[in-house]
């Protein structure tokens, strides 16, 4: 069974408009940031210097990083690292489900289970997070 594989932009299309996202609000916030700069550089009758600017904007974006992408970053990246490792915590049963199926297959179809089970096993690599049961797996074969 083929499947087709999409392009790398509907694949990734999420992540391709949060990085839209992400680039138009740090290019918004640069913009918006040296236009208060200059304003007030100009009310104080001091010089406006790119080099003091810079060192204002980088301070104001790794202290907003710090306390919202930073924390949001951990949040759902950390998590999705948990899931993909198989942490006790990120379980949701499907292991199970699918060990009461093989077994369905082995005794509804004796000669041709084991069969059935490893191409589908080969067609969906990678998506078991219950170390007990790619262990059986592989003692089986």
């Known amino acids: 069974m083929k499947t087709k594989h999409a392009s790398i932009w509907k694949q990734y299309g999420y992540a391709w408009v949060t990085l839209g996202f992400f680039l138009i609000s740090l290019v918004g916030h640069w913009l918006f940031g040296w236009f208060a700069y200059v304003n007030e550089q100009q009310a104080h009758a001091q010089p406006i210097q790119v080099s003091e600017y810079t060192v204002e904007m980088m301070r104001d974006t790794l202290e907003n990083w710090q306390s919202e992408f930073l924390q ?58 219950d170390s007990r049961l790619a262990y059986t797996k592989e003692m089986s074969r």
Do not use: C, M
Request: net charge negative.
């Open 72 to 129: 949001l970053l951990w949040q759902v990246g950390g998590l999705a690292v948990l899931l993909y490792v198989g942490s006790p915590a990120s379980k949701e049963g499907d292991d199970r489900v699918e060990a009461k199926i093989d077994e369905i297959l082995r005794r509804v179809d004796p000669q041709n289970g084991e069969k059935i089970i490893r191409s589908f096993d080969e067609e969906y690599a990678g998506r078991h997070t």
